[in-house]
């Protein structure tokens, strides 16, 4: 998709050759008028993506939804890029059902033996509430992560939350992130450095024996199940 910006004297084309600096200039300029948020789980692309948006010194919402499973280098992770970035709005939007909640309604350890369900509680039906008052969301995904990404685009309708979802970095990876963020001392979740190429709950994300930083996959997560996504970026298209 690409799009024309009339703001300036002779018009110039945004499409996927855009370099990826400029293009977060211009969703600041294109959608300043509109309800913008970026969402993070605090994974590394999420780190390096409010870093990138940061730097222009604009007003922004950070949404996160805590499923109360987060590790604790985690939750030190969130207090560290408030610190860093007073000028960012980091608001939670998770789920408000306790742990023991969930237990006395579905079953001990749902995440074991229905994680489907877990997921829809604590990630999926949460962010139906946060996204209804969001008119542009960003996201961090790239193309490289997995084959359900693969075909993402930069700008595209997401029929699932009914937004328009902006994907900076689609054309990145891993290595591009990492370098990124050595380069700018951006914060991110030590247990990248101990074998967990990515990070989600307590319960459902493992290490990933000889996993590198700078490698992207889906290993650990959910791990002996067949299940690769928690379902909160499934349905967006065009």
Not at 36 to 48: H, K, N, Q
Not at 113 to 130: F, G, S, T, W
Not at 191 to 209: D, F, I, Q, R
């Amino acid at each position: 998709m690409e799009l024309q910006l009339l703001s300036r004297p002779k018009a110039e084309t945004i499409g996927e050759d855009t370099p990826t600096e400029r293009f977060i200039e211009w969703t600041l300029e294109r959608f300043a008028d509109q309800r913008m948020a970026t969402t993070t789980s605090f994974g590394m692309e999420g780190c390096a993506l409010i870093d990138m948006y940061a730097r222009h010194g604009k007003p922004l919402t950070v949404i996160y939804l805590d499923t109360m499973f987060f590790f604790p280098e985690t939750y030190a992770l969130r207090d560290r890029l408030i610190d860093r970035y007073p000028h960012l709005t980091f608001v939670n939007r998770g789920t408000t059902l306790t742990p023991d909640q969930q237990a006395a309604l579905y079953g001990d350890q749902l995440w074991k033996h229905n994680p489907d369900l877990c997921c829809q509680i604590r990630k999926v039906d949460p962010m139906y509430e946060a996204m209804a008052d969001v008119d542009v969301w960003i996201a961090g995904l790239m193309r490289a992560q997995s084959k359900t990404r693969a075909n993402i685009s930069l700008i595209e309708w997401d029929w699932k939350y009914q937004v328009l979802k902006i994907n900076p970095l689609i054309n990145w990876d891993r290595a591009r992130v990492w370098e990124y963020i050595q380069e700018n001392d951006v914060p991110y979740n030590p247990l990248h450095e101990h074998g967990y190429p990515t990070v989600g709950c307590t319960h459902c994300t493992k290490s990933v024996p000889g996993s590198r930083i700078g490698e992207y996959s889906r290993d650990g997560r959910w791990a002996g199940t067949g299940k690769t996504e928690c379902g909160l970026h499934g349905g967006a298209g065009i």
